[in-house]
């Protein structure tokens, strides 16, 4: 699917139930005609992994998704050897008399991580190639990208160079727990996904659980963004405000109420510590002025 306009993504991805701004919409569009990277950055839970879902299903292609964590190295991230094909391959080799081939080390005996998988040439389509947490993996994993997103390409000193038939769509994620290398977001549209506005976020809660009354719905988002006001140790994102919203329907909830605020707060604040200081006064307090907006 092509997109000619900005508005014609933006809208594409809301027929997907994705509310996404002007200014993301633009970065995932040049991301697109450019055939660039494109690194978000925000806080955990505000959309950055789901546009990637959202695209791939846009497409219609395949999305391949390499979660990052620290200890990440090239043997998960990019290729591995079939060691245990290769010694079989040796053996057989041996039994019959001859010796073992040089062929032990070509494709038939590699394993493909997610990096080498997305440049696979036997891709009809370019694949979506979701980075998700880069920030949690070492520092030092980032080099094993550059060639990646430079040239389309991973070089395997035994095999040489390969380079992508269908170059991946590149959506990187962080949740800025550490600085991202500027070698890497050189090579790299940016864009910061903040969290919503009012509007937005009632625009996202309406397309993601519409079956809610719009009342309920305003009450929820009104909350979450005066939670958001408060010196918690993890601020709810949007991804918070879905759950909720879901476990109030699931509650034939149709007004918020103290009893259940105080009930169903396990579903927007993951931490004890949060929960104490919200609870009591502090949501007696927040109850009031969404009351009164």
Known sequence: MQFDHIDDLQHALASRNYIADRSLTTALFLALKLNKPLLL???AGVGKTEIAKTLTTLLGTQLIRLQCYEGLDASTAIYEW????????????E???GQASSDIFSREF?????LLQAIDAR???????????LDRADEEFEAFLLELLSDWQITIPELGTIKATHPPIVIITSNRTREVH??????????????PTLDKELKILAARVPHIN?????????FVQELRRLDLFKIPGVAETIDWANALAALNTT?????????????????QDDLQQVRGDAVKAIMARVSAL
């Open 41 to 43: 950055e925000g806080e």
């Open 82 to 93: 079939n060691y245990q094909r290769q010694l079989l391959q040796i053996r057989l080799a």
């Open 95 to 97: 039994q019959s008399g």
């Open 110 to 114: 590699l394993i493909q991580r997610p």
């Open 123 to 133: 891709h009809t389509q370019a694949p979506v190639l979701l980075i998700d947490e």
């Open 182 to 195: 500027d070698a890497l977001k050189r090579r790299c549209l940016f864009h910061w996904v903040d969290y």
């Open 214 to 222: 719009d009342t309920l719905a305003r009450q929820i988002v009104l």
């Open 255 to 271: 007004k918020l109420t103290l009893e259940t605020v105080d009930d169903t707060l396990g579903a927007i604040l993951k931490y």
